[in-house]
C-alpha cells in the first residue's frame, strides 16, 4: 500500500513537472535577414526595384522592335527591287545584268529549270542560289547565309513569283543584315549600360530625398529618446512644412504636454497629500505621547478622544486619496453608449442623503421633481450629493436649499417654487436632455477669483483653513470629478446671496430599466 501510494506521489510529481520545450524560436529566414532595416534604405530598394522591374520589360520590348522595323525597312526595299525587276521580266526587257538600288546588295532571275537569266553583278556567272522550282506567283520573305557573296552574315531575301510569256520566272533581291544585327547589338548594349546606370541615380535620388524627408522624423525620434521623467517640459521639433510629419510633430508635443501636466499634477497631489498627512500625524503622536505620561485618568481621556478624532479624519483623507486614484484611472461612463453604468433614481438619492444628514447640522430644504433618474453609480452619485451638502452646511448660516429639475438643455433653476424655467418642469418627461440639481447656501458665498479654485485639489478658502471648522479640501474636486466621470458638470453659479452650486447630468429617459432606488430595483 505504501509503495503505490509513493508511486502515485512521483507519478503526480511527474505530471506537475514543467516540460520545457526543446523547440528554439525560428530564426528569420535568409531574405528577411538581408532586408534593408531602416526606412530609407528600404524606400530605396523599393525605388530601384519598381524601376527595373519597369526597365528589364522596356528594353526587351524596345529591342524587339527596332528589330521588327529594321527587318521591315529591309524588306520593303528589297521587295520593291524585287517587284521591279518583275514588271521588267513581264515585259521581256530583263538584261543579263541588273543594277541594284540603294538598300538592295543582290539580285538574281531563275526560270523553272534552274537557270539564271539575269543577276546582279555581285553574282554574275553563279549558279542559281536557292531552289530553281518556283512556286505560285507570290511574294516570300526568307533570311539566308549566301557563300557566294563572300559574306558570312544572314541575307534577308525576297522572292517575286511572276508568269512572263516565255514561262514562270523568279525574282529574288536579297540584303544583308550586318547593319540591323549592328544597330540591335549597339542598342542592347547601350540598354546594358543605361540601365544600371539609371538605377544607380534612381536609388541616390530616392536615398537623399528619403533622407531629406524622415531628418524630421530622425530629430523627433533623437529628441525623444533624451526626453526623461525629469525632462517632460522639452518639446520635439517642429517642422515647418505642414504635412504629416509636422503633424506627427505637433501630436507628439501635445503628448508631452499633457505628460508634463499629469506629472506636475501627480508631483503636486503627492506633496499636498504629504502635507495634510504630515500634521494630523504630528497632532497625533503629540497627544499620544502626552496621553501615555500625563497621570491623570480625566486628562488622558480627553487626549485619546482627541486621538481618535484625528485617526478618523487621516481615515476619511486616505479615503478620499483612493476615490481620487479610482476616479483618476476610470474610464468616464457617459456618454459612451452601452457604458456599464446603472439606471439611478436621482430624486431617491438626493432625498436619502438629505435624510441621513447628522441632527446637529443646519436643515437641508428639498424642492425636487419626481422621477429623475440618471445612469451612473450609485455609490459615487451618493458621494458626489454627500460632499456638496457637506460644504454647504459647513458655511450656510440658516438652511441649505436643494433644487432638482429637468429640461432640454442646462436651464437655470431658481429658487421659486415653480424651480424656474416653466420648460424645464415641463420637458420632464421628453427624452434626452439634463438634470439640473443646485445645492444653495445662505454663507458668505464664494467670490467670483474662486470659482475655479474652489475645485482644485486641497485648496480651502482664507476662511475655511481650519482643519477642525473645514476638511482637507477635496470635497469638491472629488464631486467635480464624479459629475465629470458620469458625463456632467459642476460649477459655482451666479448667486445674489450665498453660494450655489450647480451639478448637470445627461438625463436617462423613462422606461429605460430598474433604477437603483426604485421600488422595483436595488
Known amino acids: 500500500m505504501a509503495d503505490r501510494d509513493g508511486a502515485a506521489r512521483r507519478s503526480a510529481r511527474r505530471l506537475r513537472r514543467p516540460t520545457v520545450s526543446s523547440a528554439r524560436p525560428a530564426s528569420p529566414g535568409p531574405l528577411r535577414r538581408l532586408a534593408p532595416v531602416s526606412v530609407r534604405a528600404r524606400a530605396t530598394t523599393a525605388a530601384c526595384a519598381v524601376v527595373a522591374a519597369a526597365l528589364a520589360p ?4 524596345l529591342v524587339a522592335l527596332l528589330h521588327v522595323n529594321l527587318l521591315r525597312t529591309a524588306e520593303d526595299g528589297i521587295r520593291q527591287q524585287a517587284e521591279a525587276v518583275a514588271q521588267l521580266a513581264v515585259q521581256q526587257r530583263l538584261t543579263p545584268l541588273v543594277p541594284t538600288a540603294h538598300g538592295t546588295d543582290f539580285i538574281q532571275v531563275v526560270d523553272a529549270r534552274g537557270n539564271v537569266l539575269a543577276a546582279s553583278q555581285n553574282l554574275a556567272g553563279h549558279p542559281a542560289i536557292t531552289d530553281p522550282r518556283p512556286a505560285g506567283p ?3 520573305h526568307t533570311s539566308w547565309d549566301l557563300d557566294p557573296l563572300g559574306d558570312a552574315h544572314r541575307q534577308r531575301v525576297a522572292t517575286v513569283i511572276v508568269g512572263t510569256p516565255t514561262g514562270v520566272v523568279a525574282v529574288r533581291a536579297g540584303t544583308s543584315l550586318r547593319a540591323a544585327d549592328a544597330a540591335e547589338d549597339t542598342t542592347t548594349a547601350g540598354l546594358a549600360v543605361a540601365c544600371p546606370l539609371l538605377l544607380l541615380v534612381v536609388g541616390l535620388v530616392t536615398w537623399r530625398v528619403t533622407g531629406r524627408a524622415l531628418r524630421p ?36 508635443n501635445a503628448m508631452l504636454d499633457r505628460l508634463d501636466d499629469a506629472g506636475q499634477r501627480q508631483r503636486q497631489f503627492i506633496a499636498d497629500a504629504s502635507h495634510e498627512l504630515r500634521s494630523p500625524l504630528t497632532v497625533l503622536r503629540t497627544q499620544l505621547e502626552v496621553a501615555i505620561a500625563h497621570p491623570d485618568p480625566a486628562v488622558r481621556a480627553e487626549l485619546l478622544a482627541g486621538a481618535l478624532e484625528d485617526t478618523e479624519r487621516l481615515q476619511n483623507l486616505a479615503t478620499d486619496l483612493l476615490l481620487l486614484a479610482r476616479l483618476d484611472a ?13 439606471p439611478v433614481d436621482l430624486t431617491g438619492l438626493v432625498t436619502a442623503a438629505a435624510r441621513n444628514r447628522p441632527a446637529d447640522r443646519r436643515p437641508v430644504v428639498l424642492d425636487l421633481a419626481d422621477g429623475v433618474r440618471v445612469r451612473g453609480n450609485a455609490l459615487w452619485l451618493t458621494r458626489l450629493l454627500t460632499n456638496l451638502l457637506d460644504n454647504a ?10 433644487v432638482l429639475r429637468t429640461g432640454p438643455g442646462s436651464g437655470d433653476c431658481t429658487d421659486t417654487g415653480t424651480g424656474g424655467d416653466p420648460e424645464a418642469g415641463a420637458g420632464s418627461g421628453a427624452a434626452g436632455g439634463t438634470v439640473v440639481l443646485e445645492v444653495h447656501d445662505d454663507g458668505p458665498g464664494i467670490a467670483a477669483a474662486d470659482r475655479d479654485r474652489v475645485f482644485e485639489r486641497f485648496t480651502r478658502l482664507d476662511d475655511a483653513r481650519s ?21 456632467g458638470t459642476l460649477v459655482v453659479a451666479e448667486s445674489a446671496h450665498g453660494a450655489r452650486l450647480r451639478l448637470t447630468l445627461p438625463r436617462l429617459p423613462a422606461g429605460t430599466g430598474r433604477s437603483v432606488g426604485d421600488p422595483g430595483g436595488e
Open 217 to 252: 522624423v530622425e530629430a523627433i525620434r533623437a529628441e525623444v529618446a533624451e526626453i526623461g521623467e525629469r525632462a517632460l517640459h522639452r518639446r520635439v521639433p517642429l517642422p515647418r512644412t505642414d504635412d504629416e510629419i509636422a503633424r506627427l510633430a505637433a501630436t507628439m
Open 330 to 342: 476610470a474610464a468616464p461612463l457617459a456618454p459612451q453608449p452601452g457604458h456599464p453604468g446603472r
Open 58 to 61: 522596356a528594353s526587351f520590348a
Open 467 to 487: 482643519r477642525d471648522h473645514g476638511g482637507a479640501g477635496l470635497g469638491l474636486p472629488i464631486a467635480r470629478d464624479i459629475a465629470h466621470h458620469h458625463g
Open 138 to 140: 507570290g511574294t516570300a
Open 393 to 402: 452646511q459647513r458655511h450656510t448660516e440658516r438652511t441649505v436649499r436643494v
